[in-house]
């Protein structure tokens, strides 16, 4: 039975390792950056809900475009060593072969899934921020807060999945990687609140 190229890829690539090392990580990036946006708007006496948005915005779409980029072309680079390495132990060109091209869906997969995290933290984090734009509902401060809480939820469930993947307690590193985001904001309160 013939496989098709997408199933040579997945036999190839290990897609956990996609969410494990490229999702989570960019989606941590981009959660304690919001949490210092959000911090630093908490603190300000009269704070604009349209600068926040744009910022938060500003600010996810640079850490995808970022690490998209970067990890493109570091993965570029890596592949046309693996392809250099192959070339030489097979005495033979391969560019144009499943190999050449499994090496460029892998880096332009993994360069989505960079992009794609801090969009997906500011989808997640921005709506309170909307619905007081756009509702006038909660107040400002609220949307702040429930901000942070979403923030810090999505670090806690994607603490719940390393902890599944890595086959150990979840719950425990669920609750590290909380404990970490809360510390970050407090931390973060702090330096605006009494260092700036």
């Known amino acids: 039975m013939r496989s098709g190229p997408l199933q040579r890829f997945r036999l190839a690539y290990d897609l956990s390792e996609l969410f494990r090392r490229y999702f989570i990580n960019t989606l941590f990036d981009a959660t304690f950056v919001v949490l210092g946006i959000v911090a630093a708007t908490a603190v300000v006496a009269d704070p604009t809900p349209q600068v926040t948005l ?23 680079v890596e592949a046309k060593i693996r392809m250099a390495k192959l070339e030489r132990a097979m005495l033979t060109d391969m560019a144009g072969t ?29 709506i309170p921020f909307l619905l007081h734009v756009l509702a006038g509902w909660p107040s400002f401060p609220v949307a702040a807060g429930t901000s942070i809480a979403l923030a810090v939820a999505l670090i806690f469930i994607s603490g719940l999945a390393l902890g599944r993947v890595l086959g150990g307690s979840a719950l425990r590193q669920g609750l590290r990687m909380t404990i970490a985001a809360l510390a970050t904001f407090i931390l973060l309160v702090f330096v605006q609140t009494y260092l700036l």
């Open 54 to 76: 744009g910022t938060l915005a500003a600010a996810c779409l640079a850490i995808g475009i970022s690490t998209g980029l970067s990890v493109y072309e570091a993965e570029r």
């Open 98 to 126: 499943d190999v050449h091209r499994s090496l460029r869906l892998y880096r332009t997969l993994i360069s989505l899934v960079n992009f794609a995290a801090p969009l997906f933290v500011f989808a997640v984090t921005s």
